[in-house]
């Protein structure tokens, strides 16, 4: 019994300290010892689409539309869309306005979700490059330039520009922000290996040509479009200097939710549509170690805190070095969990934490990664998404 729990805790201790900190360093190494360059080219500049699926945002697509129309790029190089999925806020009428500057509005009466948005807009873009943004985030002014001096490289066929977390007066943003410092460095290190299989929908540059179609129950639409181009064989990469602005969430509540179900589509992506079974073992093995194990963390988390607990009580009439170890091991993460906990308090009582943030966004993160584990089994995720809060 006791071998067995000790195999239990190690095992999980091992896939934790693999996904968050032994992959990483492993491709920070290749990046250095066997980088494949992008070739990059500052003169190209083919045209673009800037695709903007929309649902209720009207108090944000006022100053998105105005900063589309300020971006240094050719006028005559760039086509705005917006594709309004059934808003009833007013967002329509806002985008009217900007009609006569060039902004094209296609409007889904029903609600469809975002998928159906994307398809549709991609059916009335123009460009060579598609550049997908989600509504809220606002581009410095050279991002489109330098996402496509990546696409002078013919291995290229996907780009993704850089996210900046806004500042806010709330204990989401610190962490947030950490977080995608943390996920830019991986990106980067992916990317001079060959590929990131990390996208995201604030900054999201495709080939036109290499798009295909997808369900419109498809929940993580950059994700998928993503893998379908590298199964066409072209290369994903990340582009560190091409920035957007975004808020993190006012709440926990509201990222928990946001988490939720990007998780529930992380596991449609990886299993429902097949996009584990990678077209190289290279790529398969990213996905394993950057997509895969990361949703799975609540599990080991669990394991690890059960496991210790048993073998604490196995060898507690031992008082020998295995039971302090074990008490040991168990304290620490029970003292996590209570500065989790704590952190919670803290919000709900509007006396938010930045010490305490840290392990609260953790660990809200890691179960809703497991809600959406969930939601994926029971098939109960919406394709619809809910604006987020800020």
Do not use: C
Not at 37 to 42: A, C, H, N
Not at 106 to 132: C, D, H, Y
Not at 262 to 267: D, E, K, L, P
């Amino acid at each position: 019994m006791t071998a067995l729990l000790s195999l239990l805790f190690w095992l999980s201790a091992i896939a934790l300290f693999w996904t968050y900190f032994g992959y990483p360093l492993l491709m920070a190494v290749r990046a250095k010892v066997r980088a494949r360059p992008i070739q990059q080219d500052e003169s190209y500049l083919p045209s673009i689409t800037l695709l903007i699926p929309a649902y209720n945002e009207a108090d944000v697509i006022r100053e998105k539309l105005e900063n589309a129309l300020s971006l240094d790029y050719p006028a005559g190089k760039l086509q705005i869309i917006v594709v309004d999925d059934g808003s009833a806020d007013g967002t329509t009428e806002i985008v009217r306005e900007f009609e006569e500057r060039g902004v094209t509005l296609i409007r889904q009466p029903e609600r469809s979700g975002k998928m159906a948005a994307v398809n549709r807009g991609f059916e009335a873009a123009t460009g060579e490059l598609v550049v997908l943004s989600d509504a809220s985030p606002i581009y410095e002014t050279n991002a489109l330039r330098l996402l496509a001096r990546n696409f002078a490289d013919p291995s290229v066929g996907v780009v993704v520009g850089a996210l900046r977390v806004w500042d806010a007066q709330n204990a989401v943003a610190k962490p947030a922000g950490l977080y995608w410092q943390y996920e830019s460095a991986l990106r980067r290190w992916e990317s001079l290996t060959g590929s990131t299989v990390a996208v995201h929908g604030n900054m999201f540059a495709v080939r036109r040509n290499l798009y295909r179609p997808l369900r419109r129950h498809t929940i993580n639409d950059e994700f998928s479009i993503a893998m379908e181009v590298m199964r066409q064989g072209y290369r994903v990469v990340y582009e560190p200097h091409a920035i957007s602005y975004d808020m993190a969430s006012a709440t926990m509540s509201d990222e928990f939710k946001r988490r939720a179900r990007i998780n529930a589509g992380r596991f449609q992506a990886l299993f429902s549509a097949g996009y584990l079974k990678a077209p190289t073992l290279d790529l398969t093995f990213r996905l394993i170690s950057h997509k895969l194990l990361r949703p799975l963390t609540p599990i080991f988390m669990l394991t690890a805190l059960v496991s210790s607990f048993m073998l604490m009580i196995l060898t507690a009439f031992s008082f020998d070095r295995a039971f302090w170890f074990w008490l040991l091991v168990f304290f620490a993460q029970d003292v996590f969990y209570m500065l989790a906990y704590a952190g919670y308090l803290a919000e709900r009582n509007g006396r938010s934490n930045k010490f305490l943030s840290v392990p609260y966004f953790f660990v809200s993160s890691n179960l809703a990664a497991l809600v959406g584990m969930w939601r994926w089994l029971r098939n109960r995720q919406s394709v619809t998404w809910q604006k987020r809060t800020s």
